[in-house]
């Protein structure tokens, strides 16, 4: 990373802790390796991000439904799987001098840290061991799931049958996931606890690579409909040497992260490498019978998984600013420079702050009651400490969009006046119409 891209991932690791988005987790404890707590605005930001998943996967197509599988499952759904093979493993070296391990192709012959000379390399599954029951044997033995699809895999048949779908259709998921990163890094962008937003499309063969066309371009589609601006962002297809070994094509949605490209989502034509061997190792039948053409199969997957930590993350960065000057408030024009998160709306956090011009009755009794009231529909904060500049900036800063405030004037002609964070335009609208005015604002465009 340059000097500049370094200050910006700095900046943005200092706003998500001063301002509540993202603290290290065990903090008073002196902090627990890539482990992170998600803050009063982060976990909103999060709750956000899911729902406009949801509502783009799940809510408004007819040929998608939802589960939540469990996090432990019987330890063969991971032998099935491939994941406690080698091929669910990082080649790991251990420097003799200070004892720091770190990937093989992280190193270039000689510790970063210190120099020294490393041991030779060997295989580090990135499976999360546990234990069940009191009894911590062989026999006890589970894991931690390392991805949620083969919870969806597991529930196919349970799916298929309990809903009366047809193929082509899809099962989509949110849920956290483990794996025992060697080298976790880059703030929440590598974690050892994560949290997937996955969706696995059942499809008949012949018809897998029309499907992965079209889930690339929706794909990228979701991301620049929610603001990311289209220069930092884009497909990347993978080359045959760089497939997993299950899959027939794949593609990565990448962003232009500080320290540079990066994965935030796959999309994978996993053929039907995953149902054949569950059903391989299961014994059941996993095949699919075609009613109207009369041809039984077993489908193929094509998937999409993100990580939603990445995604918060990427768009934390898209849509932080720094504005020097020229931000009008109702009393002045500032100088200073100012920090703006220019969310998507349908993102932010909070969506509307109320403010009190002064910290002065009638003024707060006003402006308390339409808080009040538009909190039961809205994410709504309300702020009467410092000047009414200072907290515009304030809100600005958390990228709240829309931001009103109680004047002298709205004691005489029930109205308020409605900033927009990003336009600046500023509203007079009726007390008694904001609920309404707003209910417009918010309708889901993406």
Avoid at 90 to 102: A, G, Q, S
Wanted: net charge positive; hydrophobic share 35%; with cysteine.
């Amino acid at each position: 990373m340059t000097n500049q891209e370094q200050n910006l991932m700095e900046k943005i690791i200092s706003l998500s802790k001063r301002r509540g988005f993202i603290f290290p987790s065990s903090e008073i404890y002196g902090g627990f390796e890539s482990g992170y707590d998600f803050g009063p605005l982060g976990v909103e930001l999060k709750n956000n991000l899911k729902k406009a998943w949801w509502r783009a996967m799940v809510q408004v197509r007819d040929d998608m439904v939802g589960l939540d599988a469990a996090i432990l499952m019987n330890p063969k759904v991971w032998e099935a799987s491939g994941h406690l093979s080698a091929g669910f493993a990082d080649n790991l070296v251990e420097c003799k001098k200070c004892h720091k391990r770190f990937k093989e192709t992280e190193t270039k012959g000689k510790c970063p840290g210190c120099g020294g000379d490393f041991l030779p390399s060997r295989k580090f599954n990135l499976m999360m061991k546990t234990y069940i029951g009191p009894i911590e044997d062989e026999t006890a033995v589970t894991y931690l799931r390392a991805e949620t699809c083969q919870g969806i895999y597991m529930n196919f048949l349970n799916v298929l049958n309990s809903s009366r779908l047809k193929i082509p259709f899809g099962i989509a998921q949110i849920g956290k996931s483990f794996r025992n990163e060697i080298t976790p890094g880059n703030f929440i962008f590598r974690t050892r606890e994560f949290e997937q937003m996955e969706m696995q499309f059942f499809v008949q063969p012949k018809e897998a690579d029309k499907w992965y066309k079209y889930w690339k371009e929706e794909r990228l589609k979701w991301y620049l409909a929610l603001g990311i601006k289209k220069e930092n962002i884009k497909l990347q297809e993978h080359k045959k040497e760089e497939l997993a070994h299950y899959a027939k094509a794949g593609c990565d949605v990448v962003y232009k992260f500080p320290f540079g490209w990066q994965e935030i989502e796959g999309i994978h034509n996993r053929g039907d490498w995953d149902l054949s061997h569950h059903a391989k190792y299961s014994g059941r039948d996993l095949t699919y019978f075609d009613p109207e053409k009369k041809e039984k199969y077993i489908p193929y997957i094509i998937e999409t998984s993100g990580g939603i930590d990445r995604a918060l993350l990427t768009f934390l960065i898209d849509a932080y600013e720094e504005i020097s000057g020229g931000r009008t408030t109702t009393t002045k024009t500032t100088k200073e420079i100012e920090t703006v998160l220019k969310l998507h709306q349908d993102l932010s956090p909070i969506k509307i702050a109320v403010l009190p011009l002064v910290k002065k009755e009638p003024l707060v009794k006003v402006a308390q009651e339409i808080y009040q009231d538009l909190k039961r529909y809205f994410m709504t904060d309300y702020d009467e400490a410092g000047s009414i500049g200072r907290r515009y900036r304030r809100q600005d800063e958390i990228g709240t969009p829309y931001a009103i405030t109680v004047d002298f004037e709205s004691l005489k002609d029930k109205k308020t006046t409605v900033r927009d964070r990003d336009t600046m335009k500023q509203e007079r609208i009726a007390i008694k119409k904001l609920k309404e005015y707003f209910h417009g604002k918010f309708l889901p465009k993406v």
